[in-house]
């Protein structure tokens, strides 16, 4: 198990709220101005909610998420949360309902003598573009769809990790710096290498209770030839978690890339979920498509 890299001890750190009957650890992630919610205790609650943007507000967060089960969705709904998709699976044997809100300048988030209202900024995008997306990555299969070129994984240290990231953040192609996603996670990190000079950098993040994988691609594809080694990667990347028995694994991309929804489409990812300026590349925020593939049934063990 790799040590945490210095770009999430930099911009990654766990806050946990223990007040009001409440139990909440907080991910924050500075780079992305995103926090995840990790809720221990079920239940309706405003305290939730001001205790998340109050930490949101101090963090300079622009983006709040949650995953909970099906039972814990409305509790968050009324809370001004909006269903934005699922990970089928991602606690073994029951799906985790994704929630998030785009928090709006100026608000008063701690103030509750108002009621609970909404505070998502903006409407979520229609569905539709995000589906031409995937209809668009579907013809690129079908106009790519020979052979698969050969692609090479092999595992990479820290000092690989990190240098490739750096290289990554200058050239401003950076989707990430693989901080973490969870609580409690194991991370490896891997080349994805080819003839012609192809390079990919992915992370996987696994939880081992749930023996889910969480794919990270640290950088997109610039052309149609990288497009299709980029399908060849996760291939071959699939079949190394199947082979350490991960059930389920899922992934985000940039919500207008073809090449990357191509890659998905064509390793049996299906779009689960559409999430709101969850990303930040070279600056700016973007929606991301939510993918999701079952890779084995879960055992009783």
């Known amino acids: 198990m790799l040590t945490t890299l210095e770009f999430e001890r930099s911009s990654a750190d766990q806050v946990l709220v223990e007040r009001d009957g409440i139990s909440l650890c907080l991910l924050v992630n500075r780079r992305a101005q995103t926090l995840r919610v990790v809720d221990f205790r079920a239940g309706f609650s405003p305290a939730k909610r001001s205790s998340a943007a109050t930490v949101a507000k101090s963090e300079g967060i622009r983006r709040l998420y949650i995953l909970v089960e099906r039972d814990e969705a409305p ?11 699922t990970i089928p699976g991602f606690y073994k044997r029951s799906d985790a309902h994704v929630l998030g809100l785009v928090l709006p300048a100026g608000a008063d988030f701690e103030n509750e003598q108002s009621g609970v ?13 995000f589906e031409r997306t995937v209809q668009r990555a579907r013809r690129f ?6 052979e698969r070129p050969s692609v090479r994984l092999h595992a990479l240290g820290e000092t690989e990790t990190r240098k490739a990231v750096s290289a990554a953040l200058s050239s401003g192609r950076a989707m990430t710096v693989f901080e973490p996603f969870g609580r409690d996670v194991t991370r490896w990190y891997f080349a994805c290498t080819a003839r012609g000079g192809y390079s990919l950098t992915v992370s996987v993040e696994t939880q081992p209770c749930f023996n889910n994988a969480f794919i990270e691609l640290l950088t997109a594809p610039r052309s149609e030839k990288e497009a299709v080694f980029t399908v060849a990667a996760l291939e071959r990347l699939g079949q190394v978690l199947a082979e350490r028995e991960v059930i389920g694994a899922f992934s985000l991309s940039p919500a207008e890339n073809v090449h990357l929804a191509a890659a998905f ?3 049996g990812f299906r779009r689960t979920g559409q999430l709101r300026e969850q990303l930040l590349i070279d600056g700016r925020r973007a929606d991301a498509l939510l993918w999701s593939r079952k890779l084995a049934q879960p055992t009783d063990s």
């Open 141 to 146: 299969l079908s106009a790519h769809g020979g």
């Open 117 to 129: 209202h909404r505070l998502g900024e903006r409407a979520p995008a229609s569905s539709a573009s």
């Open 265 to 267: 489409v064509g390793n």
């Open 75 to 85: 509790s968050w709904v009324r809370l001004g949360f909006q269903r934005e998709g």
